[in-house]
């Protein structure tokens, strides 16, 4: 949070990150001055687009590459706005998802375990956000002793299809199946392709 005082007006920013923005998403912030009802408070910012009311905003950029954002903040005065503080915002990109099947990312699993999981999920780890990923294809293949013994690409969608769950049934201990060429489309419509899953048949 920041806050400051004014011209004998004391206000704050309250955003959900130390003053961070991402590119791409709609980041929640609010903004109280004292003394003041949230119809009266304006605020703009130098990039970006500015939504919102009764205190509670959102900012969002479809631009992705790292710069800085002025956030400015002003009382309506009858006719006019008094424009009397400013804060400074960095833009970020946000980090690619890691896509997980089955809870997991990787390493050894049971065959069933796989077939059962079904779905590849894009996950942004240890990062607070309310962002959605939607995976729109991905490709992969079977190894046996140094040899791909199956191989699909291009799948649409995040699921396993069933020849493929057909595939992982014929499966044996220490087959290995890459998951590749993985495509998420952000919520700002870009597509990211994400890290490759390596998973050894238990």
Do not use: H
């Not at 205190?55 to 992705?64: E, R, V």
Request: with cysteine; aromatic share 12%.
């Amino acid at each position: 949070m920041l806050s400051s005082f004014a011209k004998t007006q004391n206000f704050a920013i309250e955003a959900s990150k130390m003053n961070i923005f991402y590119a791409g998403v709609y980041n929640p912030f609010k903004v109280v001055i004292e003394n003041t009802p949230c119809k009266l408070v304006r605020v703009k910012s130098s990039i970006g687009v500015i939504e919102g009311d009764s205190c509670n905003y959102t900012f969002y950029t479809p631009i992705d590459n790292s710069y800085r954002t002025t956030i400015y903040i002003g009382l309506q005065k009858r006719d006019s706005i008094l424009w009397f503080n400013q804060s400074e915002y960095r833009v970020e990109k946000i980090p690619l998802p890691t896509p997980y099947i089955a809870g997991k990312k990787g390493g050894e699993i049971e065959k069933s375990r796989l077939i059962s999981g079904g779905d590849i999920i894009p996950i942004l780890e240890n990062f607070d956000c309310d962002c959605s990923f939607i995976i729109k294809s991905y490709a992969l293949f079977f190894g046996r002793n140094d040899s791909i013994i199956y191989i699909k690409n291009k799948i649409s969608g995040n699921r396993l299809t069933p020849e493929i769950i057909e595939q992982i049934q014929k499966t044996i201990t220490n087959d290995k199946i890459k998951f590749y060429d993985i495509i998420a489309i952000a919520q700002d419509k870009r597509e990211m392709n994400l890290s490759e899953m390596t998973f050894t048949i238990k």
